[in-house]
T-cell receptor, first 117, second 114 residues
């Protein structure tokens, strides 16, 4: 079974700083998908960024980028120029390839990120 | 395009009762997944439906069931509620075709069992 581990339960940075959230996962699959989701106090889960394992290039979405190290099974999220609105719980998630059937996200325990003014 | 909607948003039930939660996916999305979120267990997969068929089920007791209708709307039912069923229940939908692996979540239904 796949597992996802987020070793930082909480992090806190000043506005405009850069912050990196860590995530490691365990799988025997060669193809899979990785995601970072954001859950602000409103509890709405928002997809931040995704990475296909077959792509070597790291995904970027505006201020958000990932460092995907497939051999090390590591998938960290970097937030540049952090903003107050980035304050949220961040979840790293794993999904097996779709040809194996149902879509099922396996989540880490989350990292609570606070951006201070 | 409207997002995933879930009703009701909040629910209080008594132990032993049953409850039905509803999820309407994004228009055109045919896959609906359900997750339970609790402080102790985190986010756990309940089940996924595609074209009215359950494709996978998580490790939950048979008291948890679901279904999907022809318009892709989905419901989940929990019978004989226990205190431990208190949780945020999240529904997510995804499209077919390109990037069908991306799941978009609704706001959740907060269930409290007393």
């Amino acid at each position: 079974a796949q597992t996802v581990t987020q070793s930082q339960p909480e992090m806190s940075v000043q506005e405009a700083e850069t912050v990196t959230l860590s995530c490691t996962y365990d799988t025997s699959e060669n193809n899979y998908y990785l995601f970072w989701y954001k859950q602000p106090p409103s509890r709405q889960m928002i997809l931040v960024i995704r990475q296909e394992a077959y792509k070597q290039q790291n995904a970027t979405e505006n201020r958000f980028s990932v460092n995907f190290q497939k051999a090390a099974k590591s998938f960290s999220l970097k937030i540049s120029d952090s903003q107050l609105g980035d304050t949220a719980m961040y979840f790293c998630a794993f999904m097996k390839p779709l040809y194996q059937g149902a879509q099922k996200l396996v989540f880490g325990q989350g990292t609570r990120l606070t951006i201070n003014p | 395009k409207a997002g995933v909607t879930q009703t009701p948003r909040y629910l209080i039930k008594t132990r032993g009762q049953q409850v039905t939660l509803s999820c309407s996916p994004i228009s055109g999305h045919r896959s609906v997944s359900w997750y339970q979120q609790t402080p102790g267990q985190g986010l756990q997969f309940l089940f996924e439906y595609f074209s009215e068929t359950q494709r996978n089920k998580g490790n939950f007791p048979g008291r948890f069931s679901g279904r999907q209708f022809s318009n892709s709307r989905s419901e989940m039912n929990v019978s004989t509620l226990e205190l431990g069923d208190s949780a945020l229940y999240l529904c997510a939908s995804s499209k077919t075709g390109v990037r069908s692996y991306e799941q978009y979540f609704g706001p959740g239904t907060r269930l409290t069992v007393t």
